[in-house]
């Protein structure tokens, strides 16, 4: 019962990250405060793609043609057992989305391909979106039995989504990139807060690594540590939800990319250390001081009544979406 | 450790509960299809409210105005220990209900009286609002140690939106009653859907019940019988989501009303078997086969670094609000 019990946790950890990433186009950035890119280097040219590096994948257009579906095959059911709330919490986050001014909605998910709900969901949200998908290679899944943080969780699908921004956005062009993911919880305020972002923009978020709250420490207008229950030592101990990323800055630093061996709670640091100093991080939502974002997470359904009346051939429609 | 863990849960689900209701009031009603009361009696007069029942509460206005600070108190920490999310998820469905025209959001906390924190989160919103508050009598909560669905939670909320209604709207007032809950998930398109309701319109729930979807089940228009896992013999085996209720319906019966004594899973049978016969609702969602509600959880976060942190006199700042 035991051992039953902490596979189903470690199922719903491996596959609870679908890496969702929100590329904010900035359209009506301020002339009189240009991006200050920290005086970053010359941009070195970016070495052609390596097919056999495990983070490749193949280009592919802004909105993949989907191939149609076999005649002959029976239709797939749209039941998709170890994330049954996928959906609703797209659902969710397009809602948010939807009120954010001049957004656009890359979604990366974990999959060889992307997958026909997912896909629903974005046309009908209303939002401007990108669909990609990037599968975590095996050996970076860690095997049944391995605690859930032995690899970060979303570290391809993010990467996917830069090589995405590297691919298509021109050095010049202005804009702030987030990384969002599908079960938080994200205040309006938010996206006007980091919209100002030049380099790296933090700020509080609520609800994470068993706090209340973790937040960097401002005075005088600058970060000069964090507040976090955990590894204070890490370079930059912040979650993905605290920071947001200027778009010059990023595209000026072709090889920053967040590592999927780093160590747990690395994630973050193994990325932003690729693009500025901890001091050089600009605080925004009133200096630290206001939770804007929440660290939610949302309950895996228990569907035992489901098993029982599919056991019995009286399950569930498995013709309907949910 | 079995008794500790046990007695956290059950402090969950007595406090999870604040109790939203959502009175949708339509303001550009069909006037070709004028509401079908189904023959409702002619409506009795309203008995006087009697101040000694456990359900009365003293009227209260539209927004009541708070009592200013005691300056010899200390400022009071916003931490509320047993429900952290409450802020996140009234922000999220907010953001949810901003999309939909003409509505008015009636939220009942279950305390004394309403809390600034839901106030604040209500004002900041952009909906359309009204905050009042029902709490709980003792007899009612359970004790503890007995099990959370000994009585059915929300009652006594639902029943002071129910009276709010009936003290507020006109007879006559065309409009669409919705109770919703606040860490579900819903769909736009459900709005809609529920905008033409006339007596009591029904639709499918995602993820509710252990099943993948409870769904009323729809031969040539009319509801036939329902998909739900347990106990399908009760007069109403529906979701508290998977329901509207036209207003002049609701007023049509003064009496109507959510029993806070109901057995599992009768809550929204003690109410709806007021108000209509199974064979008289209005099914909706394409015939009841399009999921557009989803009955999400959000997880209780951990807090145990926050408590650690405590301890040592570092905790997060107790005067910025999650």
């Not at 690729?274 to 009133?286: F, H, I, S, W, Y």
Request: hydrophobic share 35%.
């Amino acid at each position: 019962m035991r051992l039953r019990l902490r596979n189903i946790f470690l199922v719903y950890f491996v596959v609870s990250l679908v890496g969702l990433f929100c590329a904010l186009r900035e359209l009506g950035e301020d002339p009189f405060h240009p991006p200050d890119l920290f005086k970053a280097p010359p941009i070195p040219p970016m070495p052609p793609p390596d097919p056999f590096h495990p983070l490749y994948s193949p280009p592919d257009s802004f909105h993949p043609p989907r191939p149609p579906p076999d005649p002959f095959q029976p239709p797939q059911p749209h039941f998709s057992p170890p994330r049954p709330v996928q959906k609703a919490e797209l659902v969710r986050l397009s809602q948010t989305l939807l009120h954010v001014p001049a957004l656009h909605w890359v979604v990366v998910e974990d999959a060889a391909a992307p997958s026909a709900l997912v896909g629903g969901v974005l046309a009908a949200s209303g939002v401007s979106f990108t669909h990609l998908s990037a599968e975590t290679p095996p050996d970076l899944r860690g095997r049944p039995g391995d605690p859930s943080w032995l690899f970060p969780r979303g570290a391809e699908q993010r990467n996917r989504a830069l090589r995405w921004l590297r691919d298509t956005r021109g050095r010049d062009e202005p804009g702030v990139v987030y990384f969002a993911d599908d079960d938080n919880t994200y205040s309006l305020r938010l996206f006007e807060e980091m919209r100002s972002t030049r380099g790296v923009s933090v700020w509080p978020v609520g609800l994470v690594g068993g706090l209340r709250l973790e937040r960097p420490l401002v005075s005088q207008g600058r970060v000069v540590g964090f507040h976090t229950g955990w590894r204070p030592e890490r370079p930059f101990p912040l979650d993905m939800a605290g920071f947001a990323v200027g778009l010059r800055l990023l595209l000026a630093h072709p090889r920053a990319r967040f590592d999927p061996r780093a160590e747990r709670g690395f994630l973050e640091s193994s990325f932003l250390g690729g693009l500025v100093t901890p001091a050089q991080l600009e605080p925004r939502a009133d200096n630290c001081t206001q939770v804007l974002v929440w660290h939610t997470r949302t309950e895996k359904p228990k569907l035992r009544q489901e098993e029982q009346l599919q056991r019995q051939g009286r399950g569930s429609d498995p013709n309907i979406e949910v």
